[in-house]
């Protein structure tokens, strides 16, 4: 699957219309020690399948390959809720962002 250096994403969202699976999401809400204006965009761990149609779309290249989701290498019973709270994207319709 992939990752994003949350330190090195600048929230410009040009990797969200590259995921299929609609794995790539702005977080809700902004870190408060953040650096950039905009919120970071995220990996759900439920979404994404390791396609890799995302990966080079990323300007900065924030966006990397992993080999193993870091939610692996935690025991399934002290998983709670691994997807962090995102924002919703219109990709239909006029100004929809569709897929890349
Ligand atoms: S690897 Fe595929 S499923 Fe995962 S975020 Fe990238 S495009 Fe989406
Ligand atoms: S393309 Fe890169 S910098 Fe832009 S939102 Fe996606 S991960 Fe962040």
């Keep these: 699957m992939v990752a994003i250096t949350e330190a090195d994403c600048t929230g410009c969202d ?3 219309p590259h995921c299929p699976f609609e794995a790539l999401l702005p977080l809700a809400e902004s870190p408060t020690d953040r650096k950039h204006k905009k919120r970071p ?3 759900l761990a439920t979404q994404c399948v390791g396609c890799l149609s995302c990966i080079g779309s990323c300007p900065t290249k ?4 992993i080999l193993l989701p870091p939610i692996s290498t935690t025991s399934p019973l002290l ?3 691994s997807d ?6 219109k990709r239909w319709g006029k100004k929809g962002l569709g897929w890349a």
């Design 62 to 65: 924030a966006l990397h390959e």
């Design 84 to 89: 962090p709270e995102t924002e919703s994207i």
């Design 79 to 81: 998983i709670s809720n």
């Design 14 to 16: 040009l990797c969200i």
């Design 41 to 43: 965009v995220v990996v």
